[in-house]
């Protein structure tokens, strides 16, 4: 039953969203001050590398991302924060035989971090996180794999009032992929062998925060 969940709620963004949210609202620290909620669109580009069988140069295509933030104040003023986003995106290649879209791929990233104010501008803050990255393919034959990745950022948040406010953000995700090279195996071997060792993308979002 357990399995069967997770499955379901990851063909279901929002599902995702509904149950991430009431488990870290369960689990909110003793110390915590405060509550907030960001949800956000924004815009991820880059994760570059190179099929070394066939001499390809693949790149996921750049898209709109969606998500969520939750973060919770400390006693010191800064904040712990969850953080998931999603971009549905697809699997381009430029070679001198393959070009094009290989097949569509969401893309989503699962964090918890810090959000440390800027003492010197107020509003302005600085981010870090570790979690997991997620590519589910759109292709038969081929499940989700789950990645090991770091995240830094920056951005400023603006409140109209104490429970109200708007955030803007920029975000650079480092994916570690593994040492073996390959990317997206399935039962018939894998599509994509690359040298390298990290997939980096960057994503700037802007969103609406409401703090309880």
């Not at 689990?27 to 066939?54: K, V």
Request: aromatic share 14%; proline share 3%.
């Amino acid at each position: 039953m357990p399995e069967d969940m997770f499955l379901s709620s990851s063909k279901n963004p929002f599902l995702a969203l509904v149950l991430t949210a009431l488990v870290l609202l369960c689990l909110q620290p003793a110390s915590a001050q405060g509550f907030g909620i960001t949800a956000f669109t924004g815009y991820r580009f880059g994760g570059e590398f190179e099929d070394i069988i066939e001499g390809t140069e693949l790149k996921l295509s750049e898209e709109q991302t969606y998500g969520i933030a939750l973060d919770w104040q400390m006693d010191d003023g800064d904040l712990l924060e969850f953080y998931y986003s999603r971009q549905p995106s697809s699997l381009l290649a430029s070679g001198m035989v393959t070009q094009g879209a290989l097949f569509d791929i969401d893309v989503e990233y699962y964090h918890l971090g810090g959000k440390y104010q800027m003492k010197s501008n107020p509003g302005a803050f600085y981010l870090g996180s570790v979690g997991l990255t997620r590519f589910s393919p759109g292709i038969d034959g081929l499940g989700p794999e789950t990645k090991f990745s770091l995240g830094l950022g920056v951005g400023i948040e603006t409140a109209s009032d104490k429970r109200f406010g708007f955030r803007l953000e920029g975000r650079a995700f480092g994916t570690f992929i593994d040492s073996s090279g390959g990317i997206f195996c399935g039962s018939k071997g894998c599509i994509v062998v690359s040298e390298s060792q990290m997939l980096w993308q960057f994503e700037i979002n802007a969103g609406i925060t409401f703090r309880f």
